[in-house]
């Protein structure tokens, strides 16, 4: 499965190369490609600025840990079973955690806390949408593969709703070229919120 983007495409075929690196082959984007090329990194353990074996640091964060008053377990960049540990470590030592991404989601739960959250899945989006609304993102950097994924893909479970699905671009910048045709309502990012409650008045006459 593909790390580098909340796709997760899981069709990406690799070759590798003598870097260590991989070359997309198949069914990737430009992130893809960018991310495997790059070859994994080594780390060396170190403790107090020294490199040490992967037990002694091990022992030394144990220790460390278990005379800790309040433990802090910052940046969490990793997968779903390197969270869990995370989450399981930080229990038992009695660890607070602060992802590096924690404006983002303390920003989603407060609007879940406040107002409430609808959420789907890729799979409804690709199958079920008549009706598409892209809000401020840019699927060129983020998400290229989306149009073929979902907005724009070559079969549905409901053919019907495929071919007469519309695709409406909120935003500085269009639908890309691959998911046309489709609507452009043109604002830059800080008007946004404006032009969505703007249509939220018209929706409710």
Known sequence: VCPFCALLCDDVQLAPRNDAGFDVTRNGCRRAQRGFARAPLAPTPRVGGREASFASAVSHAARLLRTARQPHFAGLGTDVDGMRAAIDLAERCGASLDH??????????????????????????????????????????????????????????????????????????????????????????????????????????
């Not at 989006?125 to 073929?148: C, F, P, T, W």
């Open 100 to 205: 590096a991404h924690g404006e983002t989601l303390a920003a989603m739960n407060r609007v879940l806390q406040t107002r409430g959250w609808y959420a789907t899945t890729l799979a409804e989006v690709r199958n079920r949408a008549d009706h598409i609304v892209l809000i401020g993102v840019d699927l060129e950097q983020r998400y290229e593969n989306l149009v073929s994924r979902c907005l724009r893909p070559t079969a549905s479970l409901e053919s019907a709703r495929l071919e007469g699905r519309r695709i409406t671009a909120l935003g500085p910048r269009p639908a890309p070229a691959a998911a046309q045709p489709a609507e452009h309502l043109r604002c830059t990012p800080d008007d946004l919120v404006g032009v969505l409650h703007a249509l939220l008045g018209l929706l409710k006459g």
